[in-house]
């Protein structure tokens, strides 16, 4: 199973990016759990957001609430993050991860499977 995260880029503050998340060797309806994290240099890797795949119940970081969307395309089998209202807080490498059921959702230890990350920046 491979998860490929695309879609970062250079941004300024204030503007918008979308993020996806394709999967290969298995589709996101066998997991029950896809959610975005990002590391920025020097941090620690943080939760940013999750979806339940059944019932398509979101989760999202309070620094993110309201500001960013998780949502997931069925007929694509990708999974997207929406960003508006960037800050320069922001900038980060994002991953996507997937996990049947993991105990946390918000704990990257419990997913099992990641994409290589995509790098967002924002400048000021």
């Known amino acids: 199973v491979q998860l490929q995260a695309y879609g970062g880029g250079l941004v300024q503050a204030g503007g918008s990016l979308r993020l996806s998340c394709a999967a290969s060797g298995r589709t996101f309806s066998s997991f029950g759990m896809v959610a975005w994290f990002r590391q920025a240099p020097g941090k620690e890797r943080e939760f940013v957001a999750a979806?339940?795949?059944?019932?398509?119940?979101?989760y999202y970081a309070d620094s993110v609430k309201g500001r960013f969307t998780i949502s997931r395309d069925n007929a694509k089998d990708t999974v997207y993050l929406q960003m508006n209202s960037l800050k320069p807080d922001d900038t980060a490498v994002y991953y996507c991860?997937?996990?049947?059921?993991?105990?946390?959702?918000?704990?990257?230890?419990?997913?099992?499977?990641w994409g290589q990350g995509t790098q967002v920046t924002v400048s000021s």
């Open positions: 979806i339940r795949w059944s019932g398509v119940i979101t």
């Open positions: 991860a997937a996990d049947r059921a993991p105990a946390q959702y918000y704990s990257g230890r419990y997913y099992q499977y």
